[in-house]
């Protein structure tokens, strides 16, 4: 079965202190992994996307990781602030006729002062 | 990349009656999608939004409770039909937009309550 499991489920940190979300997939066949932040009542925003061959991908204070052996990927906040507040969800991409993603329940990311 | 507007960004509706929401995008895509999102809970594809045919439904999804309109390539729309308080949720309209690197665009969602 397809699935996208995503840890934690909330965390809650600091401002200025760095945090790492974790994804597992069992989705086959692959065809990218994306990273969306998700704010309160928004729609998600993406925030990375990588292919099978990539290991990782910066954008900003975002680096998501991907281990395409163990179907692992991570997403490390530097440095975080209260706009980083939000859900960050995992979505996996199925290849086919059409982009069908798979959806990981999200972390609930809380940055407090 | 595409901007996607939907309307009504929110709304409170009464049990049994239809709501329909509308999905506008800059430019013209190939695919649209509609999801749901219930408090707490990450997205749930409805549909894929074909123009020029019918909807294609996922499973435990019908035409008669969600219809779909898309009567061109940059707009559709999907009614939310006899509701329940259980359809209380973020419906979010998303497009599939050829040409760019990250192609799943997603629209700002609308919030629907029924009472």
């Known amino acids: 079965k397809n699935q996208v499991e995503q840890s934690p489920q909330s965390l809650i940190i600091l401002e200025g202190k760095n945090c790492t979300l974790q994804?597992?997939?069992?989705?086959?066949?692959?065809?990218?992994l994306r990273w969306y932040k998700q704010d309160t009542g928004r729609g998600p925003v993406s925030l990375t996307i990588?292919?099978?061959?990539?290991n990782t991908k910066s954008n900003g204070r975002y680096t998501a990781t991907l281990d395409a052996d163990t179907k692992q990927s991570s997403l490390h906040i530097t440095a975080s602030q209260l706009s980083d507040s939000a859900s960050y969800i995992c979505?996996?991409?199925?290849?086919?006729?059409?982009?069908?993603?798979?959806f990981g329940a999200g972390t609930r990311l809380a940055v407090h002062p | 990349s595409a901007v996607i507007s939907q309307k009504p960004s929110r709304d409170i509706c009464q049990r049994g009656t239809s709501l329909t929401i509308q999905c506008q995008v800059d430019?013209?895509?190939?695919?649209m999608f509609w999801y749901r999102q219930q408090p707490g809970q990450s997205l749930t594809l409805i549909a894929t939004?074909?123009?020029?045919?019918?909807?294609?439904?996922e499973s435990g999804f019908v035409i008669d409770k969600f219809p779909i309109s898309r009567p061109n390539l940059t707009f559709s729309t999907l009614t939310v039909s006899n509701m329940s308080p259980e359809d209380s949720s973020i419906y979010l309209c998303?497009?599939?937009?050829?040409?760019?690197?990250?192609?799943?665009?997603f629209g700002p969602g609308t919030r629907l309550t029924v009472l």
């Open positions: 990588m292919t099978f061959s990539e």
């Open positions: 430019s013209q895509v190939t695919m």
């Open positions: 998303s497009v599939d937009h050829r040409g760019s690197t990250d192609t799943q665009y």
């Open positions: 979505v996996v991409t199925l290849s086919g006729g059409y982009n069908k993603l798979i």
């Open positions: 939004a074909n123009q020029g045919s019918e909807a294609t439904y």
């Open positions: 994804c597992n997939y069992t989705v086959s066949p692959f065809s990218n």
